[in-house]
């Protein structure tokens, strides 16, 4: 997806995640990672609006938080500031941290190698994010198990009516899977108007397997990677798993 995308529409995608109930269910998962490699040093390879990185700056971690969108970034030092220990860089997750091989933990989740324009992107930014890391470190990929959604249907997602800049909006979300072509569309209505005016976008998502993960990770210089179907570690089942989380080991 384009950067600028994000910088026109970003409160639309902001407004739909409850981030107090997506963190609370993700943090212990991310404990017990930091706590097995005695992580000090974070990156997020695509960090978006910044809340997993607020989070772990709230542990005591160092983090940097990157993102393709310039306009991601400067809302992140905006809204979290910056200093030595909270860092924010406009970079593509295909695009290694200089200088590399520093960082304990590399994440890019929240399904955002999804959007890659291609799989040589997704290879590539996995080569970045292992070369980022140090040895013994450790890449975590999060992506949505678009093989357990049904073939054909859209999956209507959320719905949501909320204000934003003094207008009534009404967001819907829903999610379409038709064999390996899968695509977010997203729909806004604004309600406080004489005739109803609409906005909506369309967005293809790459249907990423583990074994192009797991191939992709260990060309990389991967050791050793874990597949899981969510944040509790549950074992990855392709047509029940509701995610694909990779857990790759320098």
């Not at 899977?177 to 977010?184: A, D, L, P």
């Not at 806004?188 to 108007?193: F, I, R």
Request: with cysteine; proline share 6%.
């Amino acid at each position: 997806m384009p950067a600028d995308i994000f910088d026109e529409h970003s409160w639309r995608y902001e407004a739909m995640v409850d981030w107090p109930k997506r963190l609370a269910n993700e943090a212990p998962f991310y404990r017990k990672l930091f706590a097995d490699v005695q992580a000090n040093r974070v990156l997020d390879a695509a960090c978006g609006t910044g809340h997993h990185a607020e989070m772990f700056h709230s542990w005591g971690l160092s983090v940097e938080g990157a993102d393709i969108s310039e306009g991601m970034v400067e809302r992140c030092r905006a809204r979290l500031g910056a200093s030595d220990r909270l860092r924010w860089v406009v970079r593509p997750f295909d695009r290694p941290a200089e200088p590399g091989g520093t960082f304990d933990v590399v994440l890019c989740v929240g399904n955002s190698l999804s959007l890659a324009s291609d799989m040589d992107t997704v290879r590539r930014a996995i080569q970045a994010m292992l070369d980022s890391a140090r040895p013994g470190g450790l890449c975590v990929i999060h992506v949505l198990n678009t093989w357990s959604l049904p073939d054909g249907p859209m999956v209507w997602q959320k719905t949501l009516r909320t204000r934003y800049d003094g207008r009534d909006h009404l967001l819907l979300k829903g999610i379409h899977r038709s064999g390996t072509n899968t695509r977010i569309e997203v729909l806004d209505l604004t309600l406080d108007q004489p005739s109803l005016e609409r906005w909506s976008e369309s967005t293809p998502l790459l249907s990423i397997a583990p074994e192009g993960l797991v191939s992709f990770a260990k060309a990389a210089g991967a050791s050793q990677v874990e597949t899981f179907g969510d944040y509790r570690r549950t074992p990855y089942d392709r047509t029940t798993s509701p995610d694909l989380i990779a857990i790759c080991h320098k």
